[in-house]
């Protein structure tokens, strides 16, 4: 699986631990930046590149780290397309490609461990959506906004 990676200077330390950790699992992270440690530098720069980068690469995913996520996971979503989701626990991971199909993880590198991180970045990578109707209809609905910027009929109207 090709990875797409961006942080910023909260993010840094955490990408290079998943960076490895996707080589050693056989994946094929591509790391869009930055390259060194920059204390001021500005998360969008480098998030949606990499948000950017799986767009035109069907069939890949992405992973953006700063320092709570939240950020990372507003610039990514930005992107058409894109669908970012937050993960803090091993359900979250896992329903952001479950029920969402998330192509993008954001993650906070001051929120919780390392360890933590890369398990979730495991999982995430390594579930599949479940092609649930019911998840296919309100990607769809997303996916139809974001084409015409109408927003999904309510309920017995249309």
């Not at 998030?47 to 700063?66: E, F, K, N, T, Y």
């Not at 969402?100 to 579930?127: C, P, Q």
């Amino acid at each position: 699986m090709r990875v797409y990676l961006g942080s910023d200077h909260a993010g840094f330390e955490l990408k290079a631990a998943l960076v490895a950790w996707l080589n050693e699992a056989g994946h094929e992270p591509v790391d869009c930046g930055p390259a060194s440690y920059v204390p001021d530098d500005d998360y969008p720069v480098y998030v949606m590149r990499a948000a950017r980068s799986v767009i035109d690469d069907p069939g890949s995913l992405g992973i953006v780290v700063g320092g709570s996520g939240n950020g990372e996971q507003i610039a990514s979503n930005k992107i058409p397309g894109i669908r970012a989701a937050v993960a803090w626990s091993d359900e979250t991971a896992q329903l952001a490609r479950l029920h969402n199909d998330a192509n993008v993880l954001s993650l906070g590198a001051r929120m919780y461990s390392t360890a933590d991180a890369v398990g979730w970045a495991k999982i995430f990578v390594e579930t599949p959506f479940s092609q649930e109707p019911r998840h296919i209809r309100r990607l769809t609905m997303i996916a139809d906004y974001e084409k015409t910027g109408k927003l999904p009929p309510l309920p017995g109207t249309a």
